[in-house]
């Protein structure tokens, strides 16, 4: 039997068939597609081991005969479509972040996150629980600022009222002397012209994510937008630049040396989304920030905790464009870190 075919080769081709039929199948077919990205194993070294391909997410035993029978008999793959090209699959981030152990070790901390605040499933102090069961040493809260009402965006007061809920957590964790630390942040939203919905209270957070979340269809080059909402000194990190979804929108496009010159030029970072339904920047384009000293961040976006686990999506995407892991906020030091953050507020407010 033959088992060439890769998590990413089953990908598009579940995402071929779903172009072929209709209805609830079409919607069974794109939702597998997507999931074959999120599988941590491949689906061929499954069933070498005689496991049932069941067990992976949203495969139940038709698709996994479908499955099976193209592992059988491969059939050709096409190149995907812009709308999927580009995406790595976690089982093969998993196997680049292995072969580079020094990347995941030195690790501390995840910057992007959602709770029940706004669009996330869980509380605060759950997803800071459930990273810091994953190693973590820090986390960043971010939840959507007010004007993205579809996330259920925070309004000032919620976001006081979470501000208090951390306080006291980070309270009862020096209390037990872990060492993990909770920030107080926020996914402000941007608007075309790089003005944040919430940037009087930015200023009373550890750190700030400002993210565009609207006008992300149009084909049309958006550097000078990406310039200036990095001149906004309100926010710390851009997060998932490109803005780009799997299989559903292609996202920005920019001179994204440009970007990266002016990211370095403003003392800003670019987020390095991990969710692989985003992985907002791949390898190619990380690699055009080489001539740069821009910096980066990594978020993983999760909404839930089994979503903190695809950090490895972001540092496979690094590894494989040969960045150099000092450039990543996430492996400052907590204390770095802040420090980071008050001299890049500090740089932007002037002499």
């Known amino acids: 039997m033959s088992h060439a075919l ?3 080769d089953l990908s598009e081709l579940l995402a071929l068939r779903a172009e072929e039929v209709e209805g609830q199948r079409q919607r069974a077919y794109r939702r597998a597609a997507r999931a074959a990205m999120y599988w941590p194993e ?3 070294a499954l069933v070498e081991q005689d ?14 005969g479908r499955i099976k029978a193209w592992l059988e008999d491969p059939p050709p793959v096409p190149e995907p479509p812009p709308s999927r090209a580009g995406f790595m699959t976690f089982a093969r981030a998993r196997a680049i972040v292995q072969a580079n ?13 959602h709770t029940h605040y706004s669009d996330g499933k869980m509380t605060v102090e759950e997803m800071a629980f459930a990273a810091r069961d994953l190693g973590h040493e820090y986390v960043a809260i971010t939840d959507h600022s007010v004007g993205l009402k579809i996330a259920g965006g925070m309004s000032a007061d919620e976001l006081a009222q979470q501000r208090r809920e951390i306080d006291a957590l980070n309270e009862r964790l020096a209390s037990d002397e872990s060492g993990f ?15 944040g919905d919430m940037e009087e209270v930015t200023a009373d957070l550890d750190i700030v994510v400002g993210s565009f979340h609207s006008k992300l269809r149009g084909t049309e080059d958006q ?13 710390q990190i851009l997060g998932h630049p490109r803005c780009r979804m799997f299989n559903s929108r292609l996202g920005l ?4 040396p440009v970007v990266f010159e002016a990211a370095a030029s403003f003392g800003k970072a670019i987020e390095l989304n991990a969710h692989p339904n985003r992985q907002d920047l791949n390898a190619e384009v990380i690699a055009l920030a080489a001539d740069s000293s821009s910096l980066f961040s990594i978020g993983t976006d ?23 892991r000092d450039r990543i906020v996430n492996f400052m030091p907590v204390d770095e870190l802040r420090e980071w953050v008050a001299r890049t507020r500090a740089e932007a407010r002037g002499p």
């Open 181 to 195: 630390t909770v920030l107080r942040s926020l996914e402000m939203n941007l608007d075309v012209e790089g003005r």
């Open 302 to 324: 999760a909404h839930a905790p089994w979503e903190l686990e695809f950090v490895p999506m972001a540092l496979a995407a690094a590894i494989e464009a040969g960045l150099d």
């Open 253 to 256: 496009h920019a001179d994204w």
């Open 6 to 8: 890769t998590n990413r």
């Open 223 to 235: 550097t000078e937008r990406y310039v200036r909402a990095l001149s906004n000194p309100t926010f």
């Open 42 to 44: 491949e689906a061929a």
């Open 101 to 113: 152990p020094e990347w995941q070790d030195g690790l501390r901390g995840d910057l992007q996150m």
């Open 51 to 64: 496991l049932p391909l069941t067990d992976l997410h949203g495969i139940g035993p038709r698709l996994s």
